[in-house]
């Protein structure tokens, strides 16, 4: 078996979360800049070594003060802890279409935690120019309050302004490296 690196093509992937507001409609937000590193034993990623960190300041929500607040210590602290970062650990209850659950250690402000993604392989393929590439839906939740990320606002209804629970998303096209 040879051992084949990958990263991430920036251009093809996304890492999106939502998050509800008055606990009655999601806001949507994304981390502009992040990596993604894997190494496999050939072609099979369902024992890669995988690595996955994001700049908390790149974080966006299409909203500049929201942005801030997130950035601020309220939130990620992004001054403090530049990044997150998340290692794969374990895989189990691969399919036959290359799905499974992915476990691995999300670090956010210094809290490491296990989480479980759900990832759906899409298959490789070699784009135009002879790039071999492999893609991945990612999906998965986490609580935000386990990683330290605990602000938060009552209504007047006697509710909260934002959710603990975090639905992530992500599109991911790895380029293996010659």
């Known amino acids: 078996m040879a051992t084949k690196k990958w990263v991430v093509d920036p251009t093809h992937s996304e890492i999106q979360f939502k998050v509800k507001h008055l606990m009655i409609t999601n806001v ?27 700049d908390t300041a790149s974080i966006s929500t299409s909203n500049e003060q ?28 691969i399919d036959q279409d290359g799905s499974y659950n992915l476990y ?24 135009p120019w002879g790039n071999v590439k492999a893609g991945f839906t990612i999906s998965g939740k986490i609580n935000r309050k386990e990683f330290g990320l605990t602000w938060n606002a009552a209504t007047e209804t006697g509710g909260v302004l934002v959710s603990e629970e975090v639905k992530i998303h992500a599109e991911i096209q790895l380029i293996e490296q010659q």
């Not at 992040?34 to 960190?53: G, R």
């Not at 801030?68 to 970062?85: G, I, M, Q, R, Y």
């Open 104 to 127: 691995g250690d999300l670090t956010i402000k210094d809290v490491t935690k296990q989480v479980k993604l759900a990832v759906e392989f899409g298959g490789i393929a070699k784009d």
């Open 28 to 54: 949507t937000g994304s981390f502009n800049i992040f990596t993604v590193n894997a190494e496999t034993d050939d072609e099979d990623f369902t024992k890669a070594t995988i690595s996955f960190t994001a």
């Open 66 to 93: 929201r942005d801030a607040h997130l950035k601020s210590a309220d939130f990620f602290d992004a001054e403090t802890f530049p990044h997150l970062k998340f290692l794969a650990t374990k895989y189990e209850n």
